[in-house]
């Protein structure tokens, strides 16, 4: 967590252990790991310099402005703003990595975690 510079209180340490404790019977994997930071770290950074930039790049990406980038959208900004076009399956397997909560999706949340992890 501190190296993601995240710097969790005492009380925030053992709110996290019991959670981990009651949620996921005491054993987590990295997916957990993101579902359990992700909205944390967004606080964290929610009045840092970038979210603006974060929200103004996610908006080029979420064509219909749903808060969602389905997988329609990727494939039109990967071809519009990256000038690439994929290989069949290439665009399938990037979503399925990226959605975390496996919707279908890509929402903000999911977005800024795919900017930090990358």
């Given at each position: 967590?501190?190296?993601?510079?995240?710097?969790?209180?005492e009380?925030?340490?053992?709110?996290?252990?019991?959670?981990?404790?009651?949620?996921?019977?005491?054993?987590?994997?990295f997916?957990?790991?993101?579902?359990?930071?992700?909205?944390?770290?967004?606080?964290e950074t929610?009045?840092?310099?970038?979210?603006?930039?974060?929200?103004s790049?996610f908006?080029?990406?979420?064509?219909?402005?749903?808060?969602?980038?389905?997988?329609?959208e990727?494939?039109?900004?990967?071809?519009?703003?990256?000038?690439?076009?994929?290989?069949?399956?290439?665009?399938?397997?990037?979503?399925?990595?990226?959605?975390?909560?496996?919707?279908?999706?890509?929402?903000?949340?999911e977005?800024?975690?795919?900017?930090?992890?990358?």
């Amino acid at each position: 967590m501190r190296t993601m510079g995240y710097m969790p209180t005492e009380m925030e340490l053992l709110e996290i252990v019991q959670q981990i404790k009651m949620r996921m019977g005491g054993l987590m994997d990295f997916d957990d790991f993101i579902e359990l930071m992700g909205p944390r770290m967004m606080g964290e950074t929610a009045d840092m310099l970038g979210l603006k930039e974060l929200q103004s790049a996610f908006v080029q990406f979420d064509l219909d402005g749903d808060g969602k980038i389905n997988q329609d959208e990727m494939k039109e900004a990967v071809k519009t703003l990256l000038g690439e076009k994929l290989k069949k399956g290439e665009l399938e397997e990037i979503l399925k990595e990226l959605d975390i909560n496996a919707d279908g999706n890509i929402d903000f949340e999911e977005f800024v975690m795919m900017l930090s992890i990358r």
